[in-house]
């Protein structure tokens, strides 16, 4: 999977969660060329990893790879850079009057999956005050109180949902990025105010929500409660790592690791030979299941009960090729591999 992770073209926030499974799976070499080619492409105001220019918040998720590797070699121009990056979100960025971001330039639109590209990040500047204004910003707007579930897009303009769905891999942005932000406010240390108790609460009763979703094969609808919408495995594999993440870090109680052992086993039955994840809500327009992939799966051999965390998982072999349009989808479930490992499970 690390082959065809590391093979396939990518945007800022593919780039940024590639990131977060180097990190996590103890990669530090590949994490550092992630981070100072980030810092080659970022933009004039602040946007790391920007290639195409529309995308208002996507590059923060690159903030901590740039900001690990700034503390490892103590280079004081990736400080810079990371600095930057939060500036731009917390000042730079389009935003509502009451300071929740955009998504995209040219639409005053909320969008769902900004809450994993900028919490995290937030959380890991130390503004945890700027994180809690975004978290409740995105969830006054796109939560459903009555069954727990994120809509995908807000048009500030109109007031309205733009896209009401309860979009599956929306809803696992918010669970991942929850599960990430409190990692790094315990990991760090950092004086949260009360947030963490929210997140943890949130991100609970959002995995919560996802699963009485769950269909008997152990995957999900692309739209959560719409059973006319296509089978895919995002949600999966983001709840993977929500729910082993919240075990392992102890804000989910110890029953919940069977839910995220299944969950990992589900997504990991999707991989193919080639090493892409299969069936999951695919590029370029995210309104179909990618392609069928094949390749090499992770190796049989890890992740293992024992393993260590942070021992480096050997990339499996490349061969053969593929054609077509890609799917999305590989660097979030090494994520959640990468979690397992750490788990040690």
Do not use: K
């Not at 509502?96 to 639409?107: E, K, N, Q």
């Not at 939560?143 to 109109?158: F, I, K, Q, V």
């Not at 891999?169 to 105010?193: C, M, P």
């Amino acid at each position: 999977m690390l082959c065809a992770l590391l093979a396939m073209q990518r945007q800022s926030w593919e780039q940024g969660v590639a990131s977060h499974a180097f990190l996590d799976l103890g990669l530090d070499d590949l994490a550092d060329v992630v981070a100072y080619d980030a810092v080659a492409r970022q933009a004039s105001d602040g946007r790391l990893a920007e290639i195409d220019g529309d995308g208002l918040v996507n590059s923060a998720s690159v903030g901590e790879v740039v900001r690990r590797a700034s503390c490892r070699h103590d280079d004081d121009a990736l400080a810079e850079a990371f600095d930057r990056q939060v500036a731009w979100i917390c000042s730079g960025a389009p935003r509502a009057a009451d300071g929740t971001v955009f998504h995209l330039a040219g639409m005053r639109e909320v969008w769902v999956d900004t809450v994993y590209m900028v919490v995290p990040l937030l959380v890991l500047a130390g503004r945890v005050d700027e994180a809690r204004r975004q978290l409740d910003g995105h969830e006054r707007r796109l939560r459903d109180p009555a069954t727990g579930l994120y809509a995908h897009r807000w048009d500030e303009d109109s007031r309205t949902l733009s896209r009401a769905a309860r979009w599956g891999t929306g809803n696992g942005w918010v669970a991942a990025g929850l599960a990430r932000a409190l990692h790094l406010l315990a990991e760090e240390g950092i004086d949260d105010g009360g947030f963490a108790r929210r997140a943890r609460e949130q991100a609970r009763e959002l995995v919560d929500a996802c699963l009485e979703h769950r269909r008997p094969d152990g995957l999900f609808h692309d739209v959560l409660d719409d059973p006319t919408s296509f089978t895919e495995t995002n949600v999966a594999q983001m709840l993977a790592y929500t729910v082993l993440t919240g075990v392992a870090d102890g804000w989910l109680p110890a029953g919940y690791a069977d839910v995220g052992t299944s969950l990992l086993d589900t997504a990991r039955a999707q991989v193919g030979p080639l090493g892409f994840v299969e069936g999951v809500c695919g590029a370029p327009r995210f309104d179909r299941p990618g392609p069928i992939r094949g390749g090499p799966v992770v190796p049989p051999s890890g992740p293992r009960s024992g393993t260590a965390p942070g021992r480096r998982l050997s990339p499996p072999s490349c061969r053969g090729h593929d054609e077509g349009p890609r799917s999305a989808g590989s660097g979030a479930f090494v994520v959640a591999v990468s979690t397992s490992v750490r788990r040690g499970t």
